[in-house]
């Protein structure tokens, strides 16, 4: 099958023709397709560990599985946005909708498995439960969701922290000599993502940095992400919790949560919530912490991805 995935495009009309980047990993022509969808600032390349486990799997067992990792717009390969207000959740699912049509249109799919870290994970919720609330409709139901370290309810301290970082590489910082002096920048603000070894760090860093023209690197998304995150108050933040709340109540797809033990972003509380209050679920939500990690887990360690893997393929 393949060490590297394929890069293509897809053009989102309602953005005005705007692509939105995503690598493809398998068979194209696969039943089974398992979508994954990148944390705030991140890219799809940050799946490539995971994407090889599901296909080790599949190999395995004789299955055909197609995966599917977008770079959200702004992100990585994708483009950027003229209204920097609009790097906004609900019109990120209004994106993966119509990806997901369309896509079931080129090669139909009847198995749909979603794996959200972070922002990820919120657009999963605002796509499936929408879905689950008859708002809106997709060709395939999902049958698995992984939500990797979020909630409805999101901690203002760790949203305060994200923003004291959040856009801050473009025009007079965050211009990096080498590939590794970025990635070591990267991580005095990532070493919540827990243990990784330096060649570990530096693959998933390297997609996450484009080449300036001076031969220098720099971060690979739009800075003006920043706007829209921080335009946001802690009132407004609190009063999304309730639709939030009620998506995921709506979702109907068997669950996984995966969080850092450590994690300021996805609280105990908020966690344990999630397992008693998913409606719509066949089973109860079920949560996994992973210790020395915080937010979020990056899926890279073994135990990581062969938890998710055995999740999606049993």
């Known amino acids: 099958m393949g060490n590297q995935p394929t890069l293509l495009y897809f053009p989102i009309a309602h953005r005005g023709g705007k692509r939105m980047a995503y690598w493809q990993w398998g068979e194209p022509a696969a039943k089974h397709l398992v979508v994954c969808v990148h944390g705030l600032t991140r890219q799809g390349r940050d799946f490539d560990v995971l994407a090889q486990a599901i296909l080790d799997k599949a190999s395995r067992t004789g299955e055909s599985v197609c995966v599917i990792c977008v770079d959200i717009v702004g992100r990585g390969q994708s483009d950027w946005l003229n209204d920097p207000m609009e790097y906004v959740i609900p019109l990120y699912a209004q994106d993966m909708m119509a990806f997901l049509t369309a896509r079931h249109i080129s090669n139909p799919y009847t198995t749909l498995d979603w794996v959200g870290t972070s922002m990820g ?50 025009p007079a910082v965050g211009i990096f000599e080498t590939e590794q002096a970025g990635a070591d920048a990267m991580w005095l603000v990532s070493s919540s993502f827990g243990p990784h070894t330096s060649e570990q760090w530096l693959a998933l860093s390297k997609p996450q940095l484009k080449r300036c023209a ?10 003006s992400i920043a706007l829209a995150f921080k335009a946001v108050n ?8 309730a639709m939030m709340w009620q998506l995921y109540e709506h979702i109907t797809a068997k669950t996984l949560m995966t ?9 105990p509380a908020t966690a344990k919530a ?32 062969d938890l998710v893997v055995d999740f999606l393929m049993n």
């Open 121 to 170: 994970g919120l657009i999963g919720m605002a796509t499936l439960g929408a879905i689950g609330l008859g708002v809106v409709k997709l060709p395939v139901a999902a049958t698995h969701l992984v939500l990797n370290d979020v909630g409805p309810t999101i901690e203002w301290t760790s949203l305060v922290r994200i923003g004291q970082y959040l856009g801050r590489h473009s």
């Open 274 to 305: 999630m397992t008693e209050r998913g409606l719509k679920m066949p089973v109860p939500a079920r949560l996994v912490e992973f210790a020395g990690v915080g937010h979020a887990p990056t899926f890279v360690a073994k135990d990581q991805h």
């Open 214 to 223: 001076d031969g220098k690197f720099t971060l690979c998304y739009d800075p």
């Open 234 to 241: 802690q009132e407004q933040t609190v009063a999304g919790e």
């Open 259 to 267: 969080r850092g033990k450590d994690s300021d972003l996805l609280s």
